[in-house]
């Protein structure tokens, strides 16, 4: 989340200011506003306070963030890195992400064949890959967390324990981590607080610390 300090930074300014919209070698940054990159189109670093930020079908773009709003990359769209805090951030179909994913407080979703290749974590919020691949592992402190059917995983999982600041929202319930027919997570799934883990017999999973697995058959638990 090495962006959230420029976006908090941003959100000073929309105490005081207008909607405002500037780009400059091809970034975009708007406050009070949604951003849209067009289908097709290629721009720098894309960022909003108080707006979503949308990334069209087959779009490129550097770095995608928000602060208060929703971060949607579209089907075969291409990005280095996505944040939002407070909002989801949804990963279209055959969608890649270079870099690292990251949420506050929001849901992430990977559509079939999106690819992320950095971390991908949050502290609030549902974690869902559908037949998708995340090369740097998965990360949540509240969130429950579904590898899909045929998704990947390398870096393993983890889920921190909450303490008495932001992470301690969600704190009075148990996550559930859910490992999808024939998912195939490689490293540590390690649980540094108590979870629900249900691993589908026909996946293929790391060494287990913290938490005791129930296996299933068939689609879903």
């Not at 975009?28 to 990159?37: P, Q």
């Not at 949804?90 to 990251?102: C, K, R």
């Not at 590898?147 to 995983?153: K, T, Y």
Request: hydrophobic fraction near 40%.
């Amino acid at each position: 989340m090495r962006r959230i300090s420029k976006i908090l930074f941003l959100c000073t300014f929309a105490l005081v200011l207008p909607s405002i919209a500037a780009a400059r070698d091809g970034d975009i940054d708007k406050i009070n506003g949604a951003v849209r990159v067009d289908a097709g189109q290629h721009a720098g670093d894309v960022s909003s306070v108080n707006g979503a930020v949308y990334v069209g079908d087959g779009a490129t773009v550097n770095e995608a963030s928000t602060v208060n709003g929703a971060v949607e990359l579209g089907d075969r769209a291409q990005a280095k890195s996505l944040e939002t805090v407070n909002g989801s951030i949804t990963l279209g179909a055959a969608s890649q992400v270079s870099g690292e994913v990251s949420a506050v407080n929001g849901s992430i979703r990977l559509a079939r064949g999106a690819e992320v290749g950095g971390k991908l974590g949050n502290v609030n919020g549902a974690i869902t890959l559908d037949e998708a691949h995340v090369a740097g592992g998965i990360e949540t402190v509240s969130g429950d967390i579904t590898v899909g059917a045929d998704s990947r995983v390398e870096g393993g999982i983890l889920v921190e324990k909450p303490n008495r600041g932001w992470f301690h929202w969600g704190a009075e319930r148990k996550p559930v981590i859910v490992i999808g027919p024939h998912a195939v997570v490689q490293g540590t799934l390690q649980f540094k607080r108590d979870v629900e883990l249900k691993v589908s017999d026909s996946a293929q999973i790391g060494p287990v610390k913290g938490a005791t697995q129930v296996k299933f058959s068939g689609a879903t638990p």
